[in-house]
């Protein structure tokens, strides 16, 4: 995970696609939460984390997705005058589709720094797709991090050291209905302990693949055991001072293909801002 652990929940929404548990390099022992086992080692840290693959619903892009209702028809009904001096048939006008709420959430990126709600650089939700939660994405603070984690305290301790300012994360499902993608989000204070967060990450199950076109980018596959079991994706890279993961999950074996453009995606936002 990158901050947020796969299988953890952040209220009100459910959790991101990794769990952790940390522990600070002393005879202290972790505790731990059942499912996949989860390492990350930074800077003398050990952090361990296992965390069960869960379909987040987290949600919407920094525009907004929400489905506007179409206004009601007027009824078409004649006066007595009117039925008795025509029979043309009455034509009732052409309903309205409300407008969609403009988001209010703005952000910028100078280099490798990124600027305002850090909602604003999450994986856009197409306009087919369909969004959960608050359509703008969810903020997680580090106390929000740090409680998804099986030493909340040490973890805090982590996050605090690496300049961690907290996170955001979102999540929605394919307009066919057969994926489930999340995206996370932690900003730290600076590309190189962004980067040293991501790669630090490690795995004990799972099959790590490259993803083309992504620079220090890779991919976990989480396949399942029968065919209409639970698989899942994880990709992982970051982009200046900001790590991200994006998770995908389905039924059966999923095609390592699926991370690639969701990844370029996420890396043009966190670019440039578009």
């Known amino acids: 995970m990158s901050g947020v652990p796969r299988g953890g929940h952040f209220p009100p929404v459910p959790p991101p696609p990794a ?3 940390a522990a600070e390099p002393s005879p202290e022992k972790p505790t ?3 499912g996949r086992n989860l390492a990350l080692a930074v800077a003398g840290w050990l952090v361990i984390a296992s965390g069960t693959a869960t379909g987040v619903v987290l949600v919407g892009d920094g525009g907004g997705t929400t489905q506007a209702a179409a206004a009601a028809l007027p009824s078409a009904s004649a006066s007595p005058s009117a039925a008795a001096s025509s029979s043309a048939p009455v034509i009732a006008p052409a309903p309205t589709a409300a407008p969609s709420p403009s988001s209010t959430v703005k952000g910028s990126v100078n280099g490798s720094t990124h600027s305002g709600d850090l909602r604003f650089f999450l994986l856009p939700v197409p306009a087919d797709a369909e969004a959960y939660g608050d359509s703008d994405g969810s903020r997680m603070s580090i106390d929000d991090v740090a409680k998804t984690l099986g030493n ?5 301790k982590i996050l605090n050291q690496y300049g961690c300012a907290g996170g955001a ?5 394919s307009n066919d209905g057969t994926v ?3 995206t ?3 900003q730290f204070d600076g590309s190189g302990h962004a980067g040293d967060w991501a790669s630090g990450l490690t795995f004990g199950k799972g099959k790590e693949f490259s993803v083309s076109g992504i620079d220090n980018g890779r991919g976990i ?5 029968t065919a209409d079991g639970d698989g899942e994706l994880l990709g992982i890279s970051h982009v200046g001072d900001v790590e991200y993961e994006i998770t995908v999950t389905g ?4 095609a390592h293909s699926l991370l690639t453009p969701l990844m370029k995606r996420e890396e043009q936002r966190l670019s440039s801002g578009r």
């Open 32 to 34: 731990s939460r059942k």
């Open 221 to 225: 596959a989480f396949d399942p055991a």
């Open 152 to 156: 909340p305290s040490t973890s805090k």
């Open 180 to 182: 489930t993608v999340n």
């Open 169 to 173: 994360y979102r999540s929605y499902r």
């Open 251 to 254: 039924t059966g074996k999923l």
């Open 19 to 21: 769990a952790w548990v």
């Open 184 to 186: 996370q989000l932690l």
